[in-house]
């Protein structure tokens, strides 16, 4: 009897005690790391930047003189430097933003041809040179961001300094063939429009590409397409 209870309880012992013996072989279970979130480019904010580029177009160059001349143009062509600054506001996908800048320019071209009244050729010839100092815009900016990459359109007004100078071939003055005036330096209102597309290379520096069309309130005077290039640093990144 002694024996065939020692027998039960030892059986009883070795049963409590193999699940303690298997948690003892068992390796500690141990967490994943939690993932890392990936940081989503941002272009809200205020920026400053310069660009430059080249422009190319025509003017009508007689329009300093009087508007009953024949329609003639001057192509002209030259580069441009400047500063650029803006702010603007991403929402999901969509920006929304406002641009300005001035460039410099050296925008300019010649020309020499006989002049024309209703269709009536003059009996003197015109020595043409049309000049644009500076330019200056104030724009909208409507875009579409993936990440760092942002591509968008653009449109606002425009004003250019402009300078017209008219002599006859002979080197006189407009004055001394009768003309009422032979040179003229103003500034143009116009409207500009355009495209571009720009890439954040830094969570702050960002890099531009832009095509912009500017004409005059006369869409008869100046035509002008500028390319350029740009890099802006804004602030209040990522």
Known sequence: MMKHLLLTTASLLALAAAPLAQAADLSPVTKAPAPIPVPVYNWTGIYLGVNGGGAWGRQDPL???????????????????????????????????FESDIDWTGISGRATFTPTILGVAQPFLLNAKTSMEWL?????RVGYAQDNWLFYATG??????????LATAAG?????????????SKKRVGAALGAGFE???????????????VAAVSVEVS?????????????GGN
């Open 172 to 184: 006189f003055v407009c004055n001394s063939v009768g003309i009422i005036s032979c040179s003229d």
């Open 63 to 97: 329009n300093v003189i009087t508007d009953r001349f024949d329609e003639f143009t001057i192509n002209f062509s030259g580069g441009l430097v400047g500063g650029t600054a803006g702010a603007q506001i991403q929402i999901a996908h969509v920006l929304l933003g």
């Open 223 to 235: 035509h002008l397409n500028i390319v350029r290039a740009g890099i802006n640093y804004r602030f």
């Open 136 to 140: 200056g815009t104030a724009r909208a």
């Open 156 to 165: 606002g007004a425009a004003v250019i300094g402009a300078k017209t100078e």
């Open 199 to 213: 890439y954040g290379f830094t969570p702050n520096w960002s890099a531009k590409l832009e095509y912009l069309y």
